[in-house]
């Protein structure tokens, strides 16, 4: 029974969401929205198991002083300042000029963007390796890579001002995005839309079991 | 005989009375003159009735009234032919549309408004406040404004004839979606055909997929160096399929982790995510014969939040030094912020994802990259199951037809021949 109620309602749920698409008759018109409320209330449930989980973990590693306990106290320390904050301010705790709104505004916000600017450096250094012309192929996407990111640019125009209007680097550029890219891109599309559905029908069918532990 | 003399005027009463009328002939001709001058002064400010009477706004005409097809009914739709004065920079400036039910059939009410001066002749309106049990009239009615100013401006209302008696209903299908139904039944006849294929014991090829074939000696080099192997199933939940790839896939990396010794670690952002790995791993060295080499805290919860759940795991990464790094689900902007931390340790990197956005930064950060079907493949291609290669195989005839339609449509289209695109149109 372990395995066979978790494959019933993968099954019977997975029919019922393709069912839904097409017959738009209640209560197929409703399932969508009441799968995705069940879906919530069990995801709010289960933030418990993560955030107990990380508490468990930190705690452990803490109490053994294992390598880099350190950072665990941190992870701690913070888990507990922003619930026990959260709980003293109450219904309000999103409000302005709470200290909620302080921490979120003035740690999390600003930690978050850091970790997003990070990205701009990664994609200079990725760009680098993967520009570099080891191949035909390698020298293609150099090549493209090359006049996209001119044209892209104010001086790419520039450059080519001589040239009529629709010649100009921009205009090259947007061909590019516009055809090649986006045939390929729309190619890849196709394959995952088709992988979704052979994917599904498998968990559907219960070919699939591994999600569920195993075969 | 002396005549009546009136003492005031000191005057007969005859030439009095002649006096009295030629005074009421001259004031009665004043006033009928001044009353005329104002009579003609009013007429002079007013709208003219001419005006009123000119402006005779023709209504909308042919106004139907109908079930809405393909919905779950509550909805009807009303169809009209424009007004005659509804012309480029005509007069009528909006339709309203008026609904009376059974119960008082003459007493309608405005359920909505559809602004005039479309360049097509048909206007529809979906009121979607119907109720299915009841029975409704329908009329619509022509709109505009007269006159210049705010004492003048009145509205000009022309209504159409009243159709009905209608109701709305719920329908069973959604015809508009019927290419969609005819393609996932062909794809599902397709796949489940190469499954039974498979089960009766015919050969199916599957093509080389390096990624794939990588996964043994990943593993391995983990367990030659003696380090860790992270498994990173993406940052969205359980509810997206590319998650349900990943976990999928980590139960073969795990069997593999089981089987070599090696410690597998499960950095998750989703809780429902780590209840899944966790069953998943457990299960996996079970099958690999290694049930007490697998440890709760290999997998474990990290944070929901994006950015917070890349800088956990480039810290970890940087402390750590996995030797092999798996990256299989859906992941956002923080995909090249992972990998180009695995990349900057020297760890051999698998990624797998179907998010077209961050396949370009996999292909340049990792060592291999399965491409978006690829990462739906890997568990047939790693269990070598034969019902999961037949679905593959399924899969593959189904692009080759859509690759065929392509084609078809490509030369139909450039040809004019047929509006053979309309077949995909898609209905949201």
Redesign the interface.
């Given at each position: 029974m372990r395995r066979e109620i978790p494959l019933a309602i993968t099954g019977i749920v997975g029919v019922v969401f393709v069912v839904q698409y097409f017959i738009p008759h209640f209560p197929f018109s409703r399932m969508n929205d009441w799968f995705s409320d069940w879906f919530s209330i069990v995801q709010a449930c289960a933030i418990w198991l993560g955030a107990l989980n990380l508490l468990k973990i930190s705690a452990q590693k803490i109490a053994a002083r294992k390598s880099d306990w350190i950072y665990s106290i941190v992870i701690v320390a913070c888990f507990f300042l922003i619930v026990i904050i959260g709980f003293i301010e109450g219904e309000s705790f999103r409000g302005q000029g709470t200290a909620f709104s302080w921490l979120y505004d003035y740690v999390y916000t600003p930690l978050s963007a850091t970790m997003f600017a990070i990205l701009a450096f990664f994609v200079a250094s990725a760009s680098y390796r993967a520009f570099r012309a080891r191949n035909f192929e390698a020298t293609l996407l150099l090549g493209a890579a090359f006049f996209v990111m001119l044209g892209r640019v104010p001086v790419g125009d520039m450059l080519t001002a001589f040239l009529p209007d629709g010649y100009r680097l921009s205009a090259l550029a947007s061909w590019v995005m516009n055809f090649p890219q986006a045939a390929g891109q729309r190619a890849i599309m196709i394959g995952i839309a088709l992988g979704i559905v052979s994917t599904s029908l498998r968990i559907i069918l219960g070919i699939e079991r591994s999600h569920l532990g195993g075969e | 005989m002396n005549p009546i003399r009136i003492s005031l005027l000191n005057l007969p009463l005859s030439r009095c009375l002649v006096r009295i009328a030629i005074f009421s002939i001259f004031f009665g001709l004043l006033s009928v003159i001044s009353i005329s001058a104002q009579q003609s002064a009013d007429t002079a400010n007013a709208v003219p009735d001419s005006q009123l009477v000119e402006f005779a706004l023709s209504p909308p005409f042919e106004v139907s009234a109908k079930d809405t097809p393909?919905?779950?009914?509550g909805s009807i739709t009303v169809i009209w032919q424009r007004s005659a004065d509804d012309l480029p920079n005509g007069i009528v400036t909006e339709y309203r549309v008026m609904r009376s039910n059974a119960d008082q059939p003459e007493v309608f009410a405005e359920v909505g408004d559809v602004a005039a001066g479309e360049t097509k002749p048909t206007y529809r309106y979906h009121d979607g406040n119907a109720s299915d049990d009841e029975q409704y009239y329908y009329k619509v009615a022509a709109v505009t404004i007269s006159g210049d100013d705010a004492e003048t401006t009145q509205e000009v209302v022309a209504e159409s004839d009243v159709t009905g008696p209608v109701s709305s209903s719920?329908?069973?299908?959604?015809w508009r979606?019927i290419n969609?139904?005819v393609g996932?039944l062909l794809?599902?006849g397709f796949?489940m055909f190469y499954?039974n294929r498979a089960k009766a014991g015919k050969k199916i090829f599957i093509r080389k997929i390096a990624g794939l074939d990588a996964v043994d000696e990943a593993v391995g080099r983990a367990t030659e160096m003696g380090k860790k192997i992270f498994y990173i199933p993406g940052t969205q939940?359980m509810?997206n399929?590319q998650t349900?790839?990943g976990?999928?896939i980590l139960?073969?990396v795990a069997e593999k982790a089981a089987q070599y010794d090696t410690w597998l670690e499960v950095p998750v952002s989703?809780?429902?995510v780590?209840?899944?790995a966790k069953?998943?791993v457990?299960?996996?060295y079970?099958?690999a014969g290694r049930p007490d080499a697998f440890h709760e805290?290999q997998v474990?919860?990290?944070?929901?939040?994006?950015?917070?759940y890349?800088?956990g795991i480039d810290?970890m990464v940087v402390?750590e030094k996995p030797a092999t790094i798996f990256y299989m689900g859906a992941f956002y902007?923080?995909s090249?912020?992972l990998?180009?931390t695995g990349?900057s340790i020297g760890a051999i990197q698998i990624a797998g994802t179907?998010m077209?956005s961050q396949?370009?930064?996999f292909?340049?950060?990792c060592d291999y990259t399965l491409?978006?079907?690829?990462?739906?493949?890997a568990?047939?291609y790693l269990?070598r199951?034969p019902?999961?290669i037949g679905?593959?195989k399924?899969?593959d005839v189904?692009?080759g037809l859509?690759l065929a339609a392509i084609l078809l449509g490509i030369l139909l289209e450039t040809f004019n021949v047929w509006n053979f695109s309309s077949l995909f149109s898609v209905i949201n």
């Open positions: - | 393909n919905d779950g009914g719920a329908q069973w299908f959604d979606r969609a139904f996932v794809l599902c796949i499954i939940d509810d399929v349900i790839a976990v999928t139960g073969r989703r809780s429902l780590m209840v899944t069953e998943v457990k299960e996996a079970a099958k805290d474990h919860y990290l944070t929901d939040d994006q950015f917070g890349a800088a810290g402390r902007a923080e090249l912020i990998a180009e990349n179907g077209p396949l370009p930064f292909v340049a950060a491409i978006g079907e690829e990462l739906f493949a568990s047939a269990s199951e019902k999961l679905s593959l399924g899969q189904g692009k859509i």
